[in-house]
């Protein structure tokens, strides 16, 4: 091999590692202790660090499931030693990381029982189980998969969540059917926390425009009155 090809090969190479590491996740394994719940998918650390569980995400307060998540977190990690995979922190300084309590993963115990939606953009070694945990619970129909009685009342006609043009002008549309002969009150969420009240008349339909709402790259559709789940829809 010429001396200016085994060169080249050689950065080749190195610049292929460097690369690797630069945008390879770095994940930092290490022991904390849990001193406080603060809700079904935030903790507390004796050293004052906030953690926030990745991967998963919890009912809001005044929502449906927010005490029983919470007191099942408590239940499974309150004033114990836990193995944590920090993940570095999100935008408001928590720590995003996977936690263990002895052989149960904490985050999987939430999503399993029914009492957290995954909830993931960007993949790690943990998401592929913490969605096919999902998939059983919604089978289940455990926890928050429960169905409401009048579920099949309401038809998701079409969401629409590209919006033309620019982002962010208000461009994402929503519209339900009621084909039941009766009024609803129900609650419409994303994956993340935006949640709106809403109404619909008995055989009529709702329609709702958004901005920079639904995520391009994938999120979920959940309308849920106070007895159940009315339509799931991810994209």
Known sequence: MERKTYILVILVIVTGVLYYMATEEVVVQKSVKIVRVIDGDTVE???GEKIRLKGINTPEKGMSYYLEAKNH???LVLN???ELEDYGLDQYGRILGHI?????YVNGELVKNGLAF???YGEDKHSEELLDLED???EKETGLWKKSPDFGCLELIELRYKE????CTNGELLRIRNSCDKSFNFTIKD?????YKEFIEKKGFFEKTFSCIFNDDGDSLYVIDDKGLLIFYRY
Do not use: C, M
């Open 80 to 82: 114990k030693s836990v």
């Open 73 to 75: 977190l408590e239940n």
């Open 118 to 120: 995954s909830y993931y």
């Open 136 to 138: 059983v619970a919604r």
């Open 164 to 167: 033309p043009g620019e982002r």
């Open 45 to 47: 650390t004796s050293g």
């Open 100 to 104: 263990y309590f002895g052989e149960v």
């Open 191 to 195: 994956d993340a926390t935006h949640i």
